[in-house]
C-alpha cells in the first residue's frame, strides 16, 4: 500500500464537536425491515446460486442481489416519502443500516461460507470410498464434524424428502450449532479488527471506498442520482443486452451478445506460448463502471500485471522451468514463476505493511485500551479501543480453544488463524483503495501456506485434520466478512449516523442470516438431492476440497518446499519495493494492491475492463478535464446498477421458474 503521513488522532475541540452532524437513526424501522428481506435473501441465494446455474448473487465484492434490493427498497422510500410525507421515509443513516444488514446476509449465506458449508460437514462421510480412504481419518476430527448416519445422509443427497423430520433435526443440530457459534466469533473477531483500523483509513489516510460510493448515491436524500438522464443511459446498456442474452436462452432463435461471457483469447498455439495457459478476457459493463472510480494508475496497474504474468509464463516455458500446460489455473501449480507463492508473499506483505505503516496510530490505540479514553478520542466509534482491542484478543482465543479441544499442536490454530486476520485485512485494505471486482483469490489461504511451507510431512495427522477442518471457510473469499463490515461502518458513518448501535446491529443480522440459510440450504438439497442434476454441483464438490486435500497430505507427506519460500520472499519483496517506489516518486503508476492481485486469479476475468476503464478515463481527462469527469459519473454508475439489477431480476426468473438462464456476470 502507499504509506501517508501519520497523524495522531486529537481530542476534538468541543467547537469541532459540534460542526459534525449526527443525524438521528430510528434503528427499529431498518431493522423490522430488514430481518425479512434478510430470511427472503438467504432463500434467494440459496435457489439462486446452489439450486439453479442462473447468475450467481454473492460473487462480486458489491454484492449483486443486494444491490438490486437497495434498488427495489429507495424507489420504494421514494414513493412513501411524497405520498406519506419525508417522516415516513427512511432517512440515509437508515437505509446505509439496512444495507449494512443485508451485506451481512450475503456473506454469511454466499459464495465460500455457507455456500459451502452443508457438504463440507456431509460430503466426509457419504463420499467415503475404497479408493479415497476417508474413513482411515475419521477418528482425526470430532465427532461434531457432521451427522454420520446413512439414513440421515440419504435424504440429503438423493433428494424427495424433508429436513424437518425428528432423526434429521437430530442429527444435524449439533454441528450445525457448533459450527455456527464458532462463525458468528469468527464474525466478530474480523469487526473488532475493523473497528480498529476504521479511523486510520478513513480520517487520517482519507482512502475513497470505492465499493460503496454507488449505495451512498442511491440512498441519498431524494435519490437524486435516480433524476440524472445519464443513469438511466448507462444503465439501458447492460438491460437491453443481458434482457436479450436471457431470453435467447429461453429462445435459443433470438440473437444475442454475451459480452461478459469469459472468452478466451488463445485457442490453438504453439511451443513456448502454450505457457500462456489461458488468456482470458470478457467485458463487464459493472467493471468499467468500476473502474471508472479508481485512479488511472490503479486500473493501469490492473491489466499491466495480469499481462506481465502472463509474459513470465512464456518466458519460464521457453526456458524449460515450468510445464507447457494450457489450463485456467495452471498459474497454481507451484512451477516458474511461482505465483501462488509469490501471491502468498505478496498478500501477506500487505497486510503487515499496513500494520506496520500506521504503528504510531496504533500504538496510540494501543495506549487508550490500557489506560482508558480519558479524551473521548473514541467517542465516534463502533466500539472503545478497550472493547475492540479486548474483542479482537478474546475472540481470538476462542477460536483457538476450539481446536486446542480436540488436541494438536498449541501453535496451529494460532498460525492458521494469524494467517487468516492478515488476509483479511490485506483483503479490506485493497477494497478501501481499489474498487475491485471479485475477490477470488483460489490458491491464497492458509492452508495452502502452512502445509507448503512447513511441509506436510512435518506436521501431524492431528494438526493436518484441524488445518482441513478450518479450510471449509478459506477456500474462497469472494463473500469475505471483514471488508463488509467495516464498509459498513464507513458508510453509516459518511451518511451521518451514529456507529456504536451498528455492532450490535452486525451480529443480529448475521445470527438471522445464519438460522435462515440453513434452513433453506438444508431443505433445498433434501428436497432436490445434493448427489444430483437438481442441485449446483460446484457447491457440493468445494465441500470435498478439504477432504480431498487432507487425504493427498496424508498419503504423500512432502517437505518444505524451498522454491515456494524464494516466491514467497519474491512477493514480499516486490510488494514492499512497489509501495517504497509510490511513496519516493509522485505519479509513480504501478500500485502494490495491483500486483497482490494480478498474483491470484481474482483479476483474470477482469483486466480488461480496467484496460477499458483506463482508457476512457485518460482519454476524458485529457481532453475534458476533472470537469468532463465529474459530469460523465452518473453515466458509469448506471452501468453498474444497470449490471446488477438487470441480472438480479433474471437471476429471479431464473429461480421462480426452474430455469438455467444466461449468467450476467460471469467468474
Known amino acids: 500500500m502507499t504509506p501517508r503521513p501519520l497523524s495522531q488522532p486529537t481530542p476534538q475541540s468541543p467547537i469541532e464537536a459540534e460542526r459534525v452532524r449526527v443525524i438521528p437513526v430510528r434503528w427499529g424501522y431498518p431493522i423490522a425491515v430488514a430481518l425479512p428481506l434478510i430470511v427472503l435473501n438467504c432463500g434467494w441465494i440459496a435457489n439462486s446460486e446452489m439450486k439453479t446455474g442462473v447468475t450467481e448473487v454473492t460473487i462480486s465484492s458489491l454484492f449483486i442481489g443486494v444491490t438490486f434490493i437497495l434498488f427495489v427498497v429507495t424507489l420504494l422510500n421514494l414513493v412513501v416519502r411524497k405520498f406519506a410525507g419525508a417522516r415516513a421515509a427512511m432517512n440515509q443513516p437508515e437505509m446505509m443500516v439496512l444495507y449494512t444488514m443485508l451485506s451481512m ?50 435424504g440429503f443427497y438423493e433428494g424427495h424428502s424433508s429436513f424437518f423430520q425428528p432423526q434429521v433435526l437430530a442429527a444435524w443440530t449439533p ?43 442511491m440512498t441519498r436524500e431524494g435519490a437524486p442520482l435516480y433524476q440524472s438522464k445519464l443513469l438511466w443511459v448507462g444503465f439501458a446498456v447492460p438491460f437491453l443486452l443481458h434482457s436479450l442474452n436471457s431470453l435467447a436462452s429461453i429462445i435459443p432463435t433470438l440473437p444475442s451478445l454475451p ?30 463502471g468500476m473502474g471508472y472510480l479508481v485512479s488511472t494508475d490503479v486500473s493501469f496497474s490492473m491489466w499491466f500485471f495480469y499481462l506481465l504474468r502472463k509474459a513470465a509464463d512464456v518466458w519460464g516455458t521457453s526456458q524449460n522451468w515450468r510445464d507447457a500446460s494450457i489450463g485456467r489455473y495452471a498459474d497454481g501449480n507451484g512451477q516458474f514463476p511461482y505465483i501462488n507463492s509469490q501471491g502468498w508473499g505478496s498478500w501477506l506483505a500487505l497486510g503487515a505493511a499496513t500494520l506496520w505503516v500506521g504503528r504510531g496510530y496504533f500504538k496510540a490505540y494501543f495506549q487508550r485500551a490500557l489506560r482508558g479514553d480519558h479524551h473521548g478520542v473514541d467517542r465516534d466509534e463502533p466500539m472503545s479501543a478497550r472493547v475492540a482491542v479486548a474483542g479482537l484478543i478474546v475472540g481470538f482465543l476462542m477460536l483457538c480453544a476450539f481446536v486446542w479441544s480436540q488436541g494438536g499442536s498449541w ?3 494460532v498460525l492458521f ?41 512435518n506436521l501431524s495427522k492431528v494438526d493436518l485434520a484441524h488445518t482441513s477442518m478450518l479450510s471449509w471457510f478459506n477456500t474462497d473469499y469472494r463473500a469475505a466478512p471483514m471488508p463488509h463490515e467495516l464498509e459498513g461502518f464507513v458508510g453509516l458513518k459518511r451518511s451521518g449516523g451514529a456507529l456504536r448501535p451498528l455492532v450490535p446491529v452486525i451480529l443480529l443480522a448475521a445470527a438471522v442470516a445464519m438460522v435462515s440459510a440453513l434452513v433453506w440450504d438444508m431443505q433445498m438439497y433434501y428436497v432436490n438431492g445434493a448427489a444430483t442434476d437438481n442441485v449446483n454441483g460446484y457447491r457440493v464438490s468445494k465441500g470435498s476440497e478439504p477432504w480431498t486435500n487432507l487425504q493427498g497430505w496424508l498419503q504423500n507427506p512432502k517437505p518444505p518446499n524451498a522454491a515456494a519460500m524464494g516466491g514467497i520472499v519474491f512477493g514480499a519483496a516486490t510488494t514492499l519495493l512497489l509501495s517504497a517506489l509510490r511513496t519516493r516518486f509522485v505519479g509513480f503508476p504501478l500500485h502494490p494492491a495491483a500486483y497482490a492481485f494480478n498474483m491470484t486469479f481474482a483479476n483474470d476475468f477482469f483486466w480488461c475492463d480496467m484496460f477499458v476503464a483506463w482508457l476512457v478515463k485518460v482519454c476524458l481527462l485529457r481532453y475534458g478535464g476533472m470537469k468532463m469527469y465529474q459530469t460523465l459519473l ?18 429471479i426468473v431464473g429461480t421462480i421458474f426452474h430455469l438455467n438462464l444466461f449468467r450476467t456476470f460471469a467468474t
Not at 506460448?273 to 482470458?280: D, E
Not at 452518473?634 to 437471476?651: M, N
Open 105 to 154: 446476509s450475503s456473506v454469511v449465506a454466499g459464495m465460500g461460507n455457507y455456500g459451502f458449508f452443508t457438504p463440507f460437514l456431509a460430503n466426509l462421510f457419504y463420499y467415503d470410498r475404497p479408493a479415497n480412504g476417508w474413513h482411515s481419518f475419521w477418528y482425526l476430527l470430532p465427532s461434531f464434524i457432521g451427522p454420520r448416519d446413512p439414513n440421515v445422509l440419504k
Open 175 to 217: 454441528p450445525l450449532l457448533v459450527w455456527s457459534v464458532f462463525f458468528l466469533i469468527l464474525l466478530w473477531t474480523t469487526m473488532c479488527m475493523g473497528a480498529i483500523v476504521r479511523r486510520r483509513w478513513t480520517e487520517d489516510e482519507h482512502l475513497p471506498f470505492p465499493v460503496i460510493a454507488l449505495p451512498l448515491e
Open 259 to 288: 459480452i461478459n461471457t469469459v472468452k478466451d483469447m488463445v485457442t490453438s498455439l504453439q511451443y513456448p506460448w502454450t505457457g500462456v495457459g489461458a488468456l482470458t478476457y470478457a467485458l463487464h459493463p459493472v467493471g468499467v
Open 411 to 413: 501453535w496451529l490454530p
Open 417 to 457: 488463524l494469524t494467517l487468516y486476520i492478515l488476509l483479511m485485512t490485506a483483503l479490506t485494505r485493497i477494497r478501501a483503495e481499489v474498487a475491485v471486482l471479485s475477490s477470488q483469490l483460489v490458491w491464497v489461504n492458509p492452508q495452502s501456506m502452512i502445509t507448503t511451507v512447513l511441509g506436510a510431512g
Open 634 to 651: 452518473p453515466l458509469f454508475f448506471g452501468l453498474i446498477l444497470g449490471d446488477f439489477v438487470t441480472g438480479s431480476f433474471w437471476s
